[in-house]
């Protein structure tokens, strides 16, 4: 029989599942990195108050140690955008992300380099972070002399962030510690993480990233998951197959949300039948999972008269107030703005988050 479920269990459900009740194992930066399938980093300070609102006692220096020993990987992943990725759960997105090859698209080769430039980028990338760890200005000259080609000069230096993504999601570069001059820098995956095993298959690599996906953000539709994959663009056939196989494995089930047939991970079934409330208030940082884990589309967290509020320009995700899964307003060093539509938030929990922070 299939459970089914209020959204409002749902959304208290995924609180405790993304760790804003913080636990003692959220201590760990990996852990949160591994169990958010993620931590946006396009801003390194969004991505460290990320993880210290999680943790029992914050500590952003964990971040960083993280890096250091090259348990945590920073690279460009979900939706094309910088993450902090859990080193040993970093293959298997990087898989996924590369299944559907968006580089071969006309659009984006009009856009940035043809397929033939790209091959030989890699080609030459591949060859020039051979153990090294080089700046963007000498993978840019590297790139240049082990191609022999001068009119890769040009891509590489105006839309070259929009040139490496396939690279990276092909395995074949990553960050790399910021140099002494704190510029960043680009490495090999292969040859900088200890024990890096090269990128799974496809369909093994979303046995790892659906069930972790569905373990923080669920229960949610394939569409969702592809939305904050790669924006809709995984071969829609190969993901209705790698959600079938995973259901006639046991690994998910299904789960009826309030008339809607949505996936779960069958491990979680328990936790799904006896929710526990939460009613804690948490001031997340600008980029946070809990906003970009379902988008900012889904109405049932924030309300479509509000999105601009939080998605806006240039692709800047606001500070939120989170309460009871919802979206219940914006914050900033000034103040906080509640959406009274999302019903009243306790100032006292509002007021402890704000020391907490300060």
């Given at each position: 029989?299939?459970?089914?479920?209020?959204?409002?269990?749902?959304?208290?459900?995924?609180?405790?599942?993304?760790?804003?009740?913080?636990?003692?194992?959220?201590?760990?930066?990996?852990?949160?990195?591994?169990?958010?399938?993620?931590?946006?980093?396009?801003?390194?300070?969004?991505?460290?108050?990320?993880?210290?609102?999680?943790?029992?006692?914050?500590?952003?220096?964990?971040?960083?140690?993280?890096?250091?020993?090259?348990?945590?990987?920073?690279?460009?992943?979900?939706?094309?955008?910088?993450?902090?990725?859990?080193?040993?759960?970093?293959?298997?997105?990087?898989?996924?992300?590369?299944?559907?090859?968006?580089?071969?698209?006309?659009?984006?080769?009009?856009?940035?380099?043809?397929?033939?430039?790209?091959?030989?980028?890699?080609?030459?990338?591949?060859?020039?972070?051979?153990?090294?760890?080089?700046?963007?200005?000498?993978?840019?000259?590297?790139?240049?002399?082990?191609?022999?080609?001068?009119?890769?000069?040009?891509?590489?230096?105006?839309?070259?962030?929009?040139?490496?993504?396939?690279?990276?999601?092909?395995?074949?570069?990553?960050?790399?510690?910021?140099?002494?001059?704190?510029?960043?820098?680009?490495?090999?995956?292969?040859?900088?993480?200890?024990?890096?095993?090269?990128?799974?298959?496809?369909?093994?690599?979303?046995?790892?990233?659906?069930?972790?996906?569905?373990?923080?953000?669920?229960?949610?539709?394939?569409?969702?998951?592809?939305?904050?994959?790669?924006?809709?663009r995984s071969n829609k056939a190969a993901l209705r197959g790698w959600f079938?196989?995973?259901?006639?494995?046991?690994?998910?089930?299904?789960?009826?949300?309030?008339?809607?047939?949505?996936?779960?991970?069958?491990?979680?079934?328990?936790?799904?039948?006896?929710?526990?409330?939460?009613?804690?208030?948490?001031?997340?940082?600008?980029?946070?999972?809990?906003?970009?884990?379902?988008?900012?589309?889904?109405?049932?967290?924030?309300?479509?008269?509000r999105r601009a509020q939080v998605s806006r320009a240039a692709g800047w995700?606001?500070?939120?107030?989170?309460?009871?899964?919802?979206?219940?307003?914006?914050?900033?060093?000034?103040?906080?703005?509640?959406?009274?539509?999302?019903?009243?938030?306790?100032?006292?929990?509002?007021?402890?988050?704000?020391?907490?922070?300060?």
């Open positions: 029989m299939t459970l089914a479920m209020t959204w409002d269990d749902v959304l208290h459900w995924r609180c405790r599942q993304q760790l804003l009740h913080r636990p003692a194992e959220a201590d760990d930066p990996v852990t949160v990195a591994r169990t958010l399938v993620g931590v946006q980093a396009q801003v390194a300070s969004c991505a460290e108050q990320a993880v210290a609102a999680r943790q029992r006692t914050p500590d952003p220096g964990g971040v960083r140690a993280a890096i250091k020993d090259k348990r945590l990987v920073k690279t460009w992943a979900a939706r094309g955008t910088l993450h902090l990725l859990d080193a040993g759960q970093a293959p298997a997105q990087l898989a996924l992300l590369a299944a559907p090859r968006t580089w071969e698209k006309a659009a984006w080769q009009r856009t940035f380099v043809t397929v033939a430039q790209l091959d030989k980028i890699a080609a030459a990338a591949y060859e020039a972070l051979d153990g090294a760890v080089l700046t963007r200005e000498e993978l840019a000259a590297a790139v240049v002399e082990h191609a022999g080609d001068e009119s890769l000069a040009e891509p590489l230096s105006s839309g070259w962030g929009a040139v490496l993504k396939p690279l990276a999601w092909q395995g074949i570069l990553a960050y790399g510690p910021n140099s002494d001059d704190s510029r960043v820098t680009f490495t090999r995956p292969d040859t900088y993480l200890p024990g890096w095993p090269g990128l799974p298959a496809p369909q093994e690599a979303a046995g790892t990233i659906i069930p972790a996906y569905l373990g923080a953000y669920g229960p949610a539709s394939p569409e969702t998951f592809d939305q904050w994959l790669i924006r809709g079938k196989a995973l259901l006639d494995d046991g690994v998910l089930t299904t789960v009826d949300v309030e008339g809607e047939r949505l996936y779960a991970r069958a491990e979680d079934l328990d936790s799904l039948k006896a929710v526990e409330r939460f009613d804690d208030v948490r001031l997340l940082p600008p980029f946070d999972q809990f906003v970009l884990g379902p988008g900012t589309a889904d109405t049932r967290i924030l309300p479509k008269q995700i606001s500070a939120v107030v989170a309460y009871r899964g919802r979206v219940a307003g914006v914050w900033d060093a000034d103040g906080v703005t509640l959406f009274e539509e999302q019903g009243a938030v306790p100032a006292q929990g509002i007021d402890a988050e704000r020391r907490r922070i300060s």
